[in-house]
């Protein structure tokens, strides 16, 4: 008998077959009112749920009594209320590895644009302004060897460690919840205090998840530690930064630029202040939003969920908690 499955993400055509070949299927191809209607309409049956970019709380889950496993299309998992799901021995599994290159090229893409004034100088070009060499009020800044703080030193931290230690000769600092012995030594990288690596740090890079932790963690008092020629580049989550702190730290020319790949709200409104400002480049969260890697991301959540319906444990699981607590019931 095959389990239900609804799926709140399009997938590719060869992942759609394999998924009506192993499951009976509800596609709810928009999360609009209309999307979210059929969503809620088909939870009760549910025993599979697969997508990304949704809130996946209590009040929704509760319509799943079925549910046993959750697959994400993500590496971020902070849209699951993951201790509601291991209480109900809920497998959630996300999608790491497949997105790190990726993304930490949108990283260096952002550290690049920003330094070097590339969107803005572009659209000058665009919009026929460039009527003689340009001078001193079109300079950028040098990205190599200028110091690259990295503040959350995962997978995807690593791999933005690697790109400005190998690709740009950059000192790199970093700081994260313990010392990485390993990345001190494969990128010559070096723990710092969060506050002696924003005082310290040319271009500041987030690279670290959206926690109850991490929640607002870059405030008021972290931007005035900030140098004025420092540069801020966020492909982490907005919420880790206070974004009205934001805006004032660069609208007070207390730092450089900044290169935004996420925000408090998604999408972006339009009057944001944010787009007001020249030295911002904002990007519509694009960290892995290549065909290659979301396909690889989708296949692995596929993988993970299959593995989950038929009683094995996935391979990129969250909450093993809820493994160890299926197990002790079977
Ligand atoms: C996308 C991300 O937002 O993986 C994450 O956590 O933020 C991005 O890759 C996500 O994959 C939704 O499609």
Request: overall charge neutral.
């Amino acid at each position: 008998m095959k389990k239900h499955l609804v799926l709140y993400k399009k997938l590719s055509p060869e992942l759609m077959t394999r998924l009506h070949e192993h499951t009976d299927l509800t596609l709810i191809e928009d999360l609009g009112p209309a999307g979210l209607k059929t969503l809620r309409q088909a939870l009760p049956k549910a025993q599979g749920l697969l997508g990304a970019s949704l809130r996946l709380d209590a009040e929704l889950l509760d319509l799943a009594p079925r549910l046993e496993a959750v697959a994400s299309v993500s590496v971020g998992v902070d849209n699951y209320d993951i201790d509601y799901l291991t209480r109900r021995g809920i497998l959630l599994s996300n999608t790491p590895d497949v997105l790190t290159e990726t993304t930490a090229d949108t990283g260096f893409a952002l550290i690049l644009a920003t330094a070097r004034r590339v969107v803005e100088l572009a659209n000058m070009v665009r919009a026929g302004q460039w009527h003689r060499n340009i001078g001193p009020l079109h300079f950028g800044s040098d990205v190599h060897g200028k110091t690259l703080g990295i503040i959350g030193m995962g997978r995807i931290g690593e791999a933005l460690a690697q790109r400005g230690h190998a690709g740009f000769g950059m000192p790199v600092i970093y700081h994260s919840n313990s010392p990485k012995p390993a990345v001190e030594q494969r990128f010559n990288a070096r723990y710092r205090s969060l506050e002696q690596l924003l005082q310290e740090a040319d271009f500041i890079c987030l690279t670290l998840p959206l926690t109850a932790q991490t929640q607002g963690l870059i405030g008021p008092r972290e931007f005035a530690l900030m140098r004025p020629q420092s540069i801020f580049i966020n492909i982490s989550r907005g919420k880790v930064v206070d974004e009205a702190a934001l805006i004032q730290a660069l609208q007070q020319q207390r730092i450089r630029a900044a290169g935004l790949d996420v925000f408090e709200r998604e999408p972006l409104d339009h009057h944001s202040p944010l787009l007001q400002l020249p030295n911002v480049v904002a990007t519509p969260h694009i960290g892995s939003a290549t065909h290659e890697t979301r396909e690889a991301m989708a296949r692995c959540a596929v993988d993970n969920l299959l593995a989950a319906l038929a009683g094995e444990r996935p391979a990129n699981l969250v909450n093993e908690e809820a493994w160890q607590s299926r197990r002790a019931r079977a």
